[in-house]
């Protein structure tokens, strides 16, 4: 007969009894699990993420006697640069450690591939809404993406300023940019967006974004200059693409496609008509 010690047999008996009693307890019905109150939606706006927008102002007027500082030191007004070509207006601050060099970014990314120039079609004006930053920043910012562009001539063209505080609410109130300053992280909330301007300072179009279509800023030049920028051709596509202002960006029009269409072929119908004419020979009366 075999005999088992009970050294052994009792730790059995032990585990076996303990398991049961687990598999008793997991049986029994558990109590109401403990639900973490509800947060904040994932779609709901940060609170000061509210007083970030652009308010679209077509048609109104820039302050062209407020005064600023540029990038040289020098006391100016925003009428200084107004008065012969339309003007592309980044509002930016220069030490933004991100979006602000985005925008810029796009906007030159864009005016590369246009053949338009800055000093010559347009100009190109940012403005800092920070009344901290100094004209020191502004000419680095300056250098910085003019070593990038370097076209003949568009320094002329380009220009990066400075102001008090009251100067720059002047400037964003008239164009409707609205903006935020986080204390806690030192730095602004803003819409990244530029502003088209025309020759006598009233706003033409908004860009919106960070990346700027080449034929956006384009098509905008050419309606803020009002027949002073582009050729033919461009007036022919501003009349084939239709400004949509909630997206900021040129759509493409397929019926005015089709009546520019139908005008091209009557006057190439009636030019050729007009030829013909022109070069039949009079046939000469039959002698008797």
Do not use: W
Not at 64 to 71: G, H, I, K, P, S
């Amino acid at each position: 007969m075999i005999r088992c010690r009970r050294s052994i047999v009792l730790p059995l008996l032990l585990a076996f009894a303990g398991g049961i009693g687990v598999a008793r307890a997991s049986a029994q019905p558990s109590g109401p699990l403990m639900v973490p109150p509800p947060g904040k939606a994932a779609a709901e706006r940060i609170p000061l993420l509210k007083d970030v927008d652009i308010i679209q102002k077509l048609g109104n007027k820039i302050p062209l006697d407020a005064a600023f500082v540029d990038e040289n030191g020098k006391d100016v007004r925003l009428g200084d640069y107004f008065g012969t070509r339309p003007v592309v207006l980044a509002l930016v601050y220069y030490e933004c450690p991100m979006l602000c060099t985005q925008v810029l970014n796009g906007v030159f990314s864009s005016m590369e591939a246009m053949p338009f120039t800055t000093g010559k079609d347009f100009d190109l004006l940012v403005i800092s809404f920070d009344p901290g930053e100094t004209p020191a920043l502004a000419l680095e910012k300056k250098k910085a993406y003019f070593e990038r562009y370097r076209r003949p001539g568009s320094d002329a063209g380009m220009h990066y300023l400075t102001g008090r505080p009251e100067a720059i609410k002047l400037i964003t109130d008239a164009v409707g940019f609205k903006y935020a300053y986080d204390s806690s992280i030192d730095q602004f909330a803003h819409p990244a967006a530029v502003t088209i301007l025309t020759r006598t300072g009233e706003v033409s179009r908004y860009l919106y974004g960070i990346e700027f279509a080449p034929k956006d800023l384009r098509l905008a030049l050419v309606e803020a200059g009002q027949g002073h920028v582009g050729t033919a051709v461009d007036q022919a596509l501003l009349y084939c693409y239709h400004y949509d202002p909630e997206s900021g960006k040129y759509g493409f029009v397929i019926m005015n496609v089709v009546r520019l269409g139908g005008i091209l072929t009557v006057a190439a119908l009636g030019l050729f008509i007009v030829r013909n004419v022109r070069t039949r020979r009079p046939e000469g009366r039959a002698e008797v």
